[in-house]
């Protein structure tokens, strides 16, 4: 029988939650499918997890390649999958076992390219638990996809591949894959995949729950080219803003606040992360260059507009002024302030 759905999952060094993933896939009530585990490199020992599964399920595929990064590996995965449909699944986190039979139906009997389907978002840092959901829309037309992408794309701040569901013959005839940068490829890779649709489903179903983890997750590492990524994923967003010569006052708000909040954490984060091995001199260089940008001053000058905190205020002064020393001595000041609170309450 040929595969229906090819079920890709990039593996990097997520030792301990392989087997509650592939044991999450393999509870699906939907059988015809593969699973498509490609090791990125990994140094803990998730690649011989993934072999074992392999030995053990003949519709578990392992492929592995040199540490790339997951868009890379979900490429790869794209190449060797035989299945219809593509699905993307991080292995960290789980989707309700009706998942693939539920997009399958619906994607066969609607004769679309892709689903888009509601998620929870889970804070486990916070406890907290937070519904992504969509109303009921069926795409015909690029154009029915400009007239709601707004309210649907950006206001939902809906970028993830794992909540949509593809036809393989559209992302091969478009040639759509994934960039390689270390951080926010799913959305790049959407951004170009709204530019060809012409016939998708939104569904109100919630079939993903999504984890923020506390450690481990792109929030928490040093990337040194982050403020490079932050400029990729404006460009196309502003490629896709062009192609449809869209025009929309929230959509300007968004791109701004947006690339604000970036710039903030490659200044307060990324320059102040222990694993920052750059020397001062280098880190007084990268924030020239940051706030020496375009993009940069104008992100700023509509934050402006904005009342900020006290908080706020003390750190735009700091970038502004680029003084790292400002910056170290405001972020251990307010992580202390932060620590003492918590011991309070």
């Given at each position: 029988?040929?595969?229906?759905?090819?079920?890709?999952?990039?593996?990097?060094?997520?030792?301990?939650?392989?087997?509650?993933?592939?044991?999450?896939?393999?509870?699906?009530?939907?059988?015809?499918?593969?699973?498509?585990?490609?090791?990125?490199?990994?140094?803990?020992?998730?690649?011989?997890?993934?072999?074992?599964?392999?030995?053990?399920?003949?519709?578990?595929?392992?492929?592995?390649?040199?540490?790339?990064?997951?868009?890379?590996?979900?490429?790869?995965?794209?190449?060797?999958?035989?299945?219809?449909?593509?699905?993307?699944?991080?292995?960290?986190?789980?989707?309700?076992?009706?998942?693939?039979?539920?997009?399958?139906?619906?994607?066969?009997?609607?004769?679309?390219?892709?689903?888009?389907?509601?998620?929870?978002?889970?804070?486990q840092k916070y406890?907290?638990?937070?519904?992504?959901?969509?109303?009921?829309?069926?795409?015909?037309?690029?154009?029915?996809?400009?007239?709601?992408?707004?309210?649907?794309?950006?206001?939902?701040?809906?970028?993830?591949?794992?909540?949509?569901?593809?036809?393989?013959?559209?992302?091969?005839?478009?040639?759509?894959?994934?960039?390689?940068?270390?951080?926010?490829?799913?959305?790049?890779?959407?951004?170009?995949?709204?530019?060809?649709?012409?016939?998708?489903?939104?569904?109100?179903?919630?079939?993903?729950?999504?984890?923020?983890?506390?450690?481990?997750?792109?929030?928490?590492?040093?990337?040194?080219?982050?403020?490079?990524?932050?400029?990729?994923?404006?460009e196309h967003f502003?490629?896709?803003?062009?192609?449809?010569?869209?025009?929309?006052?929230?959509?300007?708000?968004?791109?701004?606040?947006?690339?604000?909040?970036?710039?903030?954490?490659?200044?307060?984060?990324?320059?102040?992360?222990?694993?920052?091995?750059?020397?001062?001199?280098?880190?007084?260089?990268?924030?020239?260059?940051?706030?020496?940008?375009?993009?940069?001053?104008?992100?700023?000058?509509?934050?402006?507009?904005?009342?900020?905190?006290?908080?706020?205020?003390?750190?735009?002064?700091?970038?502004?002024?680029?003084?790292?020393?400002?910056?170290?001595?405001?972020?251990?000041?307010?992580?202390?302030?932060?620590?003492?609170?918590?011991?309070?309450?």
């Amino acid at each position: 029988m040929d595969i229906c759905v090819s079920v890709i999952v990039p593996i990097y060094n997520v030792k301990k939650y392989i087997n509650r993933g592939i044991e999450n896939l393999l509870a699906q009530t939907y059988e015809n499918f593969e699973i498509i585990l490609v090791d990125d490199g990994s140094t803990d020992g998730s690649l011989e997890i993934c072999t074992e599964w392999a030995s053990k399920d003949d519709r578990i595929l392992t492929l592995h390649q040199k540490n790339q990064g997951s868009g890379s590996a979900r490429n790869s995965g794209i190449e060797a999958a035989r299945g219809k449909y593509i699905y993307f699944f991080d292995v960290d986190d789980e989707i309700d076992e009706n998942l693939l039979s539920y997009n399958v139906e619906v994607i066969e009997q609607q004769k679309v390219d892709m689903i888009i389907f509601g998620y929870t978002n889970v804070e486990q840092k916070y406890n907290s638990e937070t519904v992504v959901s969509f109303p009921e829309i069926k795409i015909n037309s690029n154009d029915d996809l400009k007239r709601v992408y707004v309210d649907l794309c950006v206001l939902k701040v809906n970028g993830f591949a794992w909540n949509k569901f593809y036809r393989k013959s559209f992302l091969d005839n478009n040639n759509l894959r994934f960039e390689n940068q270390r951080i926010q490829q799913d959305e790049v890779f959407n951004l170009k995949v709204y530019k060809y649709l012409e016939k998708g489903v939104v569904s109100s179903k919630i079939l993903y729950t999504y984890y923020v983890y506390d450690k481990g997750n792109t929030r928490s590492r040093f990337i040194p080219d982050r403020f490079d990524i932050c400029k990729s994923v404006r460009e196309h967003f502003e490629n896709l803003r062009t192609f449809w010569n869209l025009k929309d006052s929230r959509f300007e708000s968004y791109l701004n606040k947006r690339f604000y909040n970036g710039v903030m954490s490659c200044l307060l984060f990324n320059l102040t992360h222990p694993q920052c091995q750059w020397t001062k001199k280098q880190k007084q260089w990268e924030m020239k260059r940051i706030m020496g940008d375009r993009l940069t001053k104008l992100a700023f000058d509509y934050a402006e507009k904005e009342e900020p905190s006290f908080e706020q205020k003390l750190y735009r002064k700091a970038c502004r002024d680029e003084s790292l020393l400002e910056i170290i001595v405001y972020t251990r000041l307010f992580r202390l302030f932060r620590y003492l609170y918590r011991k309070i309450i």
